[in-house]
């Protein structure tokens, strides 16, 4: 093992050990968190200790709490005890080994089994005043002293020791299957004949930060111009959870200078990269799950699993692909008089599992795209 996780206690009662931080959503499961839990009996003071993993939305600033408005919501949660000994009795892993000799003679080992319809971690992204936790989908593991195992008062944060993981999905094996394609045939006033635009992608997923080529084929047959090509990359956060609050946040957009005359075609690949370098200012922005300031990217497609409940996923992201031609008439009022002819196109963006990993192919599950 790498590296090991661990936070302590402010009493240092207890002290959690994770071997790792992120958890693969495999669609049919989902890795477990194996940890351990150091635990010294004689600062207890006659309490109980116990573990939990919670899946939380977070909508607001922690602050506001303190007028009476609730800014984070349990999605689901399960408590362990581990002292004294109760019922929980993990089959003990490799992981769990190399933790317990970290931990020592006092180390309780625990196993949490994430149930795979729970959203993967998501975090909206903080605007440049904004301080606090960012809002979002995040899970914790937290282990407690407590006389019981959902306590109704808030407990001390000396009696606590608590650290955030992530849930997260890889991209699907490639299928083979072509990418997504769409095509508009526009008439003009005072023109008899139309333009023809194509788009299509080569594929039907791309990894985040790989270059995407929009392939544009254009058939005018008007006496007018096209100026120039726009492409634009939108995002769509749907938040289920707590309102219908749907939004759109545009991540790319980008100019092309191709100049189409009248009774002429064009055919030729545009390539664009969508990365969140290129993002950082706007708020709201949905991202992967972070932890503390790392580094993350622009949020994966939200999979979903047919009869899956959309509200427990609490925020589903989807992408499409705008291509406009910029339709001018000519003569002196040409820029006034411009048109525009648009397609979209669906785009899934995903990381690519690492090395060795098995993950099902794409037609087992279905991609949620919100347009």
């Given at each position: 093992m790498s590296k090991v996780y661990k936070k302590t206690s402010g009493n240092g009662a207890l002290t959690l050990y994770l071997g790792k931080r992120d958890y693969v959503d495999h669609v049919q499961n989902v890795d477990p968190i194996e940890g351990v839990v150091k635990i010294d009996p004689a600062d207890l003071g006659g309490k109980k200790v116990f573990v939990q993993l919670a899946c939380a939305f977070r909508y607001g600033r922690e602050d506001l709490d303190v007028i009476g408005l609730s800014f984070r919501k349990d999605i689901w949660f399960k408590h362990l005890q581990l002292y004294p000994a109760a019922d929980h009795k993990p089959t003990l892993t490799p992981m769990h080994d190399c933790l317990l000799k970290k931990a020592g003679e006092q180390g309780h080992a625990f196993t949490f089994d994430i149930p795979v319809n729970l959203p993967c971690s998501v975090t909206l992204q903080p605007g440049p005043d904004d301080a606090g936790k960012a809002c979002g989908v995040d899970f914790e593991v937290k282990t407690y002293i407590s006389d019981v195992a959902d306590p109704e008062e808030k407990?001390?944060?000396?009696?606590?020791?608590?650290?955030?993981?992530?849930?997260?999905?890889?991209?699907?094996?490639?299928?083979?299957?072509?990418?997504?394609?769409?095509?508009?045939?526009?008439?003009?006033?005072?023109?008899?004949?139309?333009?023809?635009?194509?788009?299509?992608?080569?594929?039907?997923?791309?990894?985040?930060?790989?270059?995407?080529?929009?392939?544009?084929?254009?058939?005018?047959?008007?006496?007018?111009?096209?100026?120039?090509?726009?492409?634009?990359?939108?995002?769509?956060?749907?938040?289920?959870?707590?309102?219908?609050?749907?939004?759109?946040?545009?991540?790319?957009?980008?100019?092309?200078?191709?100049?189409?005359?009248?009774?002429?075609?064009?055919?030729?690949?545009?390539?664009?990269?969508?990365?969140?370098?290129?993002?950082?200012?706007?708020?709201?922005?949905?991202?992967?799950?972070?932890?503390?300031?790392?580094?993350?990217?622009?949020?994966?497609?939200?999979?979903?699993?047919?009869?899956?409940?959309?509200?427990?996923?609490?925020?589903?992201?989807?992408?499409?692909?705008?291509?406009?031609?910029?339709?001018?008439?000519?003569?002196?009022?040409?820029?006034?008089?411009?048109?525009?002819?648009?397609?979209?196109?669906?785009?899934?963006?995903?990381?690519?599992?690492?090395?060795?990993?098995?993950?099902?192919?794409?037609?087992?599950?279905?991609?949620?795209?919100?347009?």
């Open positions: 407990l001390d944060k000396k009696d606590t020791a608590r650290l955030i993981v992530r849930k997260i999905q890889f991209a699907p094996d490639a299928t083979g299957a072509p990418g997504p394609k769409a095509d508009i045939c526009k008439s003009f006033m005072m023109s008899d004949k139309p333009v023809h635009l194509e788009a299509s992608l080569d594929k039907e997923l791309y990894y985040h930060g790989d270059p995407i080529n929009v392939n544009v084929k254009v058939k005018n047959e008007t006496t007018k111009t096209v100026t120039k090509i726009k492409v634009t990359v939108d995002q769509t956060t749907d938040v289920v959870l707590y309102s219908a609050d749907k939004y759109t946040k545009t991540v790319l957009c980008q100019e092309f200078g191709e100049t189409i005359d009248a009774n002429s075609t064009f055919d030729k690949s545009l390539t664009i990269i969508p990365l969140l370098a290129d993002n950082k200012e706007k708020r709201g922005l949905a991202l992967d799950g972070r932890l503390k300031d790392e580094d993350t990217n622009l949020a994966s497609n939200t999979i979903m699993r047919d009869g899956m409940d959309k509200e427990v996923l609490g925020i589903l992201v989807s992408y499409k692909i705008k291509v406009n031609l910029m339709v001018s008439s000519g003569g002196l009022l040409g820029g006034l008089t411009a048109s525009d002819v648009q397609v979209e196109l669906p785009l899934i963006l995903m990381n690519p599992k690492p090395q060795g990993k098995v993950i099902v192919s794409l037609p087992q599950f279905m991609c949620h795209h919100s347009l």
